[in-house]
């Protein structure tokens, strides 16, 4: 006859058991790593982006506060030259290169309109360096005949984008 023994299912062998615990062990494992790597590639992903603003934040900074002085510079410049009439004291101080060099680190940071008045700018410090180009080429420091007339407002002009690299740079500090 044949006898029944007592026997234990298959998933509570003694045998298969540890085998199914370390297999439960090394999915449940995995997960969690998983989850923590994506936490953490997250939180490395924050921290670059948070570096890369922060330099761009500098260099936004310093461009603003370089062409800030040729800006201020060239302000100056026109408003002495406009009441003395005379080119005489201005030498060869200014220079585009400032601009040339940091106008695409500040296309991005301002508004069309401050955009254009920074270009304005520029053109208008092109314009000046140009006129006493002339006049030292004609070794004569007064002004020629509607000079006196292009330039009078040029020193409310720079003025505005000189106000413009201020904001920004003080915006930008700020932010850091």
Same mark, same amino acid.
């Given at each position: 006859?044949?006898?029944?023994?007592?026997?234990?299912?298959?998933?509570?062998?003694?045998?298969?058991?540890?085998?199914?615990?370390?297999?439960?062990?090394?999915?449940?494992?995995?997960?969690?790593?998983?989850?923590?790597?994506?936490?953490?590639?997250?939180?490395?992903?924050?921290?670059?982006?948070?570096?890369d603003n922060h330099g761009r934040s500098i260099e936004?900074?310093?461009?603003?506060?370089?062409?800030?002085?040729?800006?201020?510079?060239?302000?100056?410049?026109?408003?002495?030259?406009?009441?003395?009439?005379?080119?005489?004291?201005?030498?060869?101080?200014?220079?585009?290169?400032?601009?040339?060099?940091?106008?695409?680190l500040l296309a991005a940071a301002v508004s069309s #309109? #401050?955009?254009?008045?920074?270009?304005?700018?520029?053109?208008?410090?092109?314009?000046?360096?140009?006129?006493? #180009?002339?006049?030292?080429?004609?070794?004569?420091?007064?002004?020629?005949?509607? #000079?006196?007339?292009?330039?009078?407002?040029?020193?409310?002009?720079?003025?505005?984008?000189?106000?413009?690299?201020?904001?920004?740079?003080?915006?930008?500090?700020?932010?850091?």
């Amino acid at each position: 006859m044949l006898a029944l023994t007592d026997t234990t299912p298959w998933y509570l062998n003694p045998v298969f058991l540890p085998a199914a615990f370390g297999l439960l062990g090394v999915v449940v494992g995995g997960l969690i790593t998983a989850v923590g790597n994506y936490f953490l590639d997250q939180n490395r992903n924050k921290r670059i982006v948070k570096r890369d603003n922060h330099g761009r934040s500098i260099e936004r900074i310093s461009a603003a506060r370089v062409l800030h002085d040729t800006f201020d510079r060239a302000r100056i410049a026109s408003k002495i030259a406009n009441k003395e009439q005379s080119f005489a004291f201005f030498g060869a101080a200014l220079s585009l290169d400032d601009w040339s060099n940091n106008r695409g680190l500040l296309a991005a940071a301002v508004s069309s #309109e #401050e955009w254009s008045k920074l270009r304005l700018a520029a053109l208008i410090l092109q314009r000046f360096i140009a006129m006493h #180009e002339g006049a030292v080429d004609r070794k004569d420091n007064s002004f020629k005949e509607g #000079e006196a007339d292009r330039i009078k407002d040029y020193p409310d002009k720079i003025g505005a984008a000189c106000d413009i690299l201020q904001s920004l740079a003080d915006k930008e500090q700020q932010g850091l």
